[in-house]
């Protein structure tokens, strides 16, 4: 089964405007960490947020922010004031349980596009 | 001031061939990952090694073989070549402890193509 869900291949989102990326993932451990990353076309993968199971906060890093809902197991990124270099491929993952041979498990991603 | 650097960045090579890209970190982490990316741009986790013990061995055919000379260096060997390793594979390192709040880091990939 698969553990990190991002139902959206391609999204579009007009310049200047907020924009949602879905992300839900799967784990029976109470602790864990959701990660987002950034990949543009240059190929590089960019760190941008983290969300832990036990924050009660949601995350926020500039312009990104996490919408962490527990209950509902999902932790949708929010880009506010879409910029061009956006543009990117971008993949949600987890991180679960104290054990440090714990692996990360990515999204299948979401390809942005901001249209100018 | 690179924080995790792989090896060559293209490599291109033939059928059959022997190749191996390196990895290295200067970021103090104590893991050390290989993930694939195909061309859908999927992440794979191919292995992972914490302080030169390999932690993380998935389903890979035993012509990849990883090497950690020590905790700062991860190299991946590739045994006769074929078509489907053509791809994107990626270096990445991690704080082990705590490591929730710990991402990871990327080196820029390899991309493989295979003649």
């Known amino acids: 089964a698969q553990k990190i869900t991002q139902t959206q291949p391609g999204m579009f989102v007009q310049e200047k405007e907020a924009v949602t990326l879905d992300c839900t993932y799967d784990?029976?451990?109470?602790?864990?960490?959701l990660f987002w990353y950034k990949q543009p076309s240059s190929g590089e993968m960019i760190f941008l947020i983290y969300?832990?199971?036990?924050?009660?906060q949601n995350a926020t890093e500039g312009r990104y922010s996490l919408n962490f809902q527990k209950a509902r197991k999902s932790a949708n990124l929010v880009i506010s004031a879409s910029q061009l270099g956006d543009s990117a491929m971008y993949f949600c993952a987890m991180r679960e349980g104290m054990n440090y041979g714990q692996n990360f498990v990515f999204g299948p991603g979401t390809r942005l596009s901001v249209l100018p | 001031d690179t924080a995790v650097s792989q090896t060559p960045k293209y490599l291109v090579t033939q059928m059959g061939n022997d190749k191996s890209i390196k990895c290295e970190q200067n970021?103090?982490?104590?893991?050390m990952y290989w993930y694939k990316q195909d061309s859908k741009k999927f992440l794979k986790i191919m292995f992972s090694y914490n302080n030169k013990e390999l932690i993380i061995n998935e389903t890979v055919p035993n012509r990849f073989s990883p090497k950690s000379p020590d905790k700062a260096h991860l190299n991946l060997h590739i045994n006769s070549l074929e078509l489907g390793d053509s791809a994107v594979y990626f270096c990445?390192?991690?704080?082990?402890?705590?490591?929730?709040?710990?991402?990871?880091?990327f080196g820029d990939g390899t991309r493989l193509s295979i003649l």
């Open positions: 969300q832990g199971s036990y924050d009660e």
């Open positions: 970021l103090g982490h104590d893991t």
């Open positions: 784990t029976s451990d109470q602790s864990y960490g």
């Open positions: 990445a390192s991690s704080d082990s402890f705590p490591p929730q709040g710990k991402p990871q880091h």
